[in-house]
């Protein structure tokens, strides 16, 4: 899929240089390398974050932060 992104020079540079290095004619594989490697991270991060937290609400509040949970997902593309 096609898309226009705007990337600063200095990036743009980068990029170019780093597909030149690896014999790319282009630099998406290397948009879609770092956006692979960003979201996999984010989605570490989280897990890492969740696992931090697991137990610091009693049984009562984390059924409160559900109920919430599920009306925001409810009303979230209305």
């Not at 931090?52 to 049984?59: D, F, K, S, T, V």
């Not at 919430?68 to 979230?76: F, G, K, S």
């Amino acid at each position: 899929m096609r898309t226009t992104v705007d990337i600063p020079p200095e990036l743009r540079k980068k990029l170019v240089e780093e597909a030149a290095s690896r014999n790319l004619r282009g630099f998406s594989p290397l948009i879609v390398e770092a956006l692979r490697l960003y979201f996999s991270r984010q989605r570490r991060n989280r897990h890492k974050t969740i696992e931090r937290l697991l137990g610091c609400l009693n049984a009562e509040q984390l059924e409160q932060e559900r109920a919430r949970l599920t009306a925001v997902r409810d009303n979230w593309r209305r």
